[in-house]
């Protein structure tokens, strides 16, 4: 239909048994040189497919349909045509998903926040805890790739930031699009930011950041500072979690003063660190 528009259902997905309704969306912008006023004119032809209820509809102008009732799970498709200018125009809209017996209490979780290239930069995902009255038939994965429960991505370099989805299906052509946690990457061995010395400074943005800590052997004390114009929060890789107003300065687990740090602020800071040796 050239560049016309689109069409689609309203809701998506549905439950068997339930109802929505379709919309054409016209491209004003279109090559054609059709205006509104000649797409309204027209006579639109709609066809829901033979287990819909109605199976089809038309009238002049009907570019969004009555509620259309869908009584079989799966995948539905329904189709519109008109004629304008002598010309018979036909559009396949997308699909809708109808939903059966639900998927519930899907979770998508990353083995860890961050991954490092320098040690092969490879992460995982896996799905947990999916519950369905019927067997859970496959796991569709999108942006990486997966085998069943689980996927994997190799980053190749730093500063990559990677957020996959997962479509779980089961036997009775119901679907669950979950969406999974995001891993960034970073390269120790070329780190953007370091903090090399007990009392080094470091300025970070909000949000995650990986900081290389110069501490080494066996340390029996690691903290951290933080000074921001607002009100922080910390969230640290070691699993600590410090909030204060303006400065945050908290002891965290000592292994957080060697190698790379995660450091996660809700607000951009100026950071430094202490250790100290038994």
């Given amino acids: 239909m ?27 912008a279109n090559t054609a040189g059709i205006g509104s006023k000649d797409i309204l004119k027209s006579k639109f032809f709609w066809n829901f497919g033979v287990e819909a209820i109605p199976s089809k509809e038309s009238a002049v102008g009907k570019l969004n349909t009555s509620a259309v009732t869908y009584v079989m799970s799966g995948v539905e498709n329904a189709s519109v045509e008109f004629f304008l200018n002598g010309k018979l125009w036909k559009k396949q809209c997308a699909p809708l998903q109808v939903n059966g017996s639900p998927i519930t209490g899907c979770k998508c979780t990353s083995s860890a926040a961050t991954v490092d290239v320098a ?9 947990t ?8 038939a496959s796991y569709s994965w999108t942006g990486i790739s997966g085998d069943g429960e689980s996927a994997s991505y190799t980053f190749s370099e730093k500063g990559m930031t990677v957020k996959p989805g ?12 979950v969406e999974c946690d995001e891993v960034m990457s970073y390269d120790s061995s070329s780190p953007d930011y370091a903090i090399a010395e007990p009392l080094d400074h470091v300025d970070l943005p909000a949000g995650l ?24 929060t910390i969230s640290l890789g070691t699993g600590d979690t410090l909030i204060s107003n303006y400065v945050v300065l908290g002891l965290i687990d000592v292994e957080g003063c060697k190698g790379p740090l995660e450091i996660t602020l809700s607000a951009p800071a100026t950071c430094t660190a202490s250790w100290s040796k038994d």
Avoid: H, Y
Avoid at 121 to 127: D, F, K, M
Avoid at 209 to 215: H, I, K, L, R, Y
């Fill in 129 to 136: 805890g999916c519950s369905s009255e019927e067997a859970i």
């Fill in 2 to 28: 050239a560049d016309l528009g689109t069409c689609a259902p309203v809701e998506n997905p549905i439950s068997r048994g339930d109802s929505t309704s379709w919309k054409f969306s016209f491209n004003t």
């Fill in 119 to 127: 040690k092969g930069g490879v992460a995982t995902w896996s799905v």
């Fill in 166 to 177: 997962v479509t779980v299906a089961n036997d009775d052509k119901s679907v669950d699009v």
């Fill in 209 to 232: 950041s990986v900081v290389m800590m110069g501490g080494s052997g066996d340390l029996s004390m690691c903290q951290i500072e933080c000074t921001a114009q607002e009100l922080l």
